[in-house]
């Protein structure tokens, strides 16, 4: 019995959200190719306080990989970057749908 249940494909099928059973929030799972199955959730998510030489203000995050299957390295910029891209994405559309507090 898979205890995953999946949801909303999002980012063009990069990923889908993903509940196990008896949980209280969902996870990522990741079907693109690269990252294929692995499962994780954010941890808290920031901002720097001053603009990087780009007038960029860099983001941070923790995540925890909650499975990862196909044993893929998880701490490889590559992945790190692909991952960073899904957090921008739901944190604009939680801008987007009056769903976030930026206080």
């Given at each position: 019995?898979?205890?995953?249940?999946?949801?909303?494909?999002?980012?063009?099928?990069?990923?889908?959200?993903?509940?196990?059973?008896?949980?209280?929030?969902?996870?990522?799972?990741?079907?693109?190719?690269?990252?294929?199955?692995?499962?994780?959730?954010?941890?808290?998510?920031g901002?720097?306080?001053?603009?990087n030489?780009?007038?960029?203000?860099?983001?941070k995050?923790?995540?925890?990989?909650?499975?990862?299957?196909?044993?893929?390295?998880?701490?490889?910029?590559?992945?790190?970057?692909?991952?960073?891209?899904?957090?921008v994405?739901?944190?604009?559309?939680?801008?987007?749908?009056?769903?976030?507090?930026?206080?």
């Amino acid at each position: 019995m898979n205890m995953w249940k999946r949801n909303l494909v999002m980012a063009k099928n990069k990923y889908v959200f993903a509940q196990k059973d008896g949980a209280d929030h969902s996870s990522i799972k990741i079907v693109d190719e690269r990252f294929k199955d692995v499962i994780f959730d954010f941890g808290s998510v920031g901002f720097a306080k001053e603009e990087n030489d780009k007038g960029e203000l860099a983001m941070k995050f923790d995540y925890t990989v909650v499975k990862n299957p196909n044993n893929i390295d998880t701490t490889t910029d590559e992945f790190v970057n692909f991952i960073g891209d899904i957090c921008v994405e739901l944190l604009e559309k939680q801008i987007k749908d009056g769903k976030l507090d930026l206080k």
